[in-house]
Every structure is written in structure tokens, then in C-alpha cells.
């Protein structure tokens, strides 16, 4: 395994079990905005262990106030990391709910008919175009490995997404 992926199953562990995870501290640096303060370390410490015995809060998660203290935990990566795990555990509980919805969206999709909204910024036309001629030639692998260059005025990077899911869906299923 390389460094990405032991960086990422570290992550992953600690939003399964937030008592894991290591907080740096506030300094003094001239630069820092806080000057010091931060989150108090031992309110921190046991509320991460209190929700990681708890996997079910996660809408409350983001909303728990601490105290202030000198050499406390760096404020801003607490709240991030509080939301992160809300956002974890939000998307594990309604996993299911949202392979529902992937699955009518992907099902309302014409391959026969690519209707692309034109949006502000998005995918270059162009290169869209071209890539629908040449795509009942490629497979899979080439299909998912593309990627479009953005312009003003291009498709919209979702329809196109959403579109380019459903052929690699076909192709499966062929």
C-alpha cells in the first residue's frame, strides 16, 4: 500500500471512531487569529469518546459548544472535523435511500437522445460531441478514464456525468 492509502483508511477510521483522532494545538505564531485559544482539550477528548460510543448522533454532532482555553485544540479543525463526521454518518445511514434515487435517476436517462442543459460553465461542446460519436467503439475502461476540458458556455458537467454512468451501466449489462 502506498502513503494516499493508508492517509485515507486513517481517515476513514477515525470518522468511524472519532476517540481516534489527533488534534493539533493553538500557539502563539503572530499569525495565528486566536493568539493561543482554542477548545478546551479535555471537553474535546471526551465528546469524541462519547460519540464514537454513540454511531447514531450525527444531525448533533456540529452543534455542541466547548469552552475556550489557552493551548487548546485549534478551533477550526474541531468544527471541521465534527462535520465530517456528521457528513459520514449521514451518508451511511441513508445509503440505501440514495442507491434508490441513483438508480431512478439513472433509469430516466435516454441513451438514444443526450439532451445536455448548456449551463454558464461546463463541459466544452465540442469535445462532448466528438467523444458521443466515437464512444459505441470504446469500452468501459476508455469511457470512465475521459475527461473534458470546462468552457463558458458548455454542457452541463452533471448531465454529462449522469449520461456517461448510464452507457457504462448498458455496457455492463450487455
Do not use: C
Amino acid at each position: 500500500m502506498n502513503d494516499k492509502d493508508d492517509r485515507f483508511d486513517k481517515e476513514l477510521a477515525e470518522l468511524k471512531n472519532p476517540s481516534l483522532k489527533k488534534f493539533k494545538t493553538a500557539s502563539l505564531f503572530w499569525n495565528s487569529r486566536e493568539l493561543g485559544i482554542g477548545y478546551n482539550r479535555a471537553e474535546v477528548d471526551e465528546y469524541l469518546l462519547f460519540i464514537s460510543q454513540k454511531p447514531s448522533l450525527s444531525d448533533e454532532l456540529t452543534k455542541k459548544k466547548f469552552k475556550s482555553e489557552f493551548h487548546g485544540y485549534i478551533k477550526m479543525d474541531v468544527k471541521f472535523f465534527l462535520k465530517e463526521v456528521a457528513a459520514h454518518r449521514y451518508a451511511e445511514t441513508h445509503q440505501e435511500e440514495n442507491r434508490i434515487k441513483q438508480e431512478e435517476k439513472l433509469a430516466s436517462i435516454d441513451l438514444n437522445n443526450p439532451n445536455f442543459r448548456s449551463l454558464i460553465y461546463g463541459y466544452k461542446k465540442a469535445e462532448v460531441d466528438e467523444f458521443l460519436q466515437l464512444m459505441a467503439s470504446l469500452d468501459r475502461k476508455e469511457i470512465l478514464e475521459k475527461n473534458f476540458h470546462s468552457q463558458i458556455g458548455g454542457y452541463s458537467k452533471d448531465d454529462v456525468d449522469w449520461y456517461l454512468d448510464k452507457v457504462i451501466q448498458s455496457k455492463l449489462e450487455k
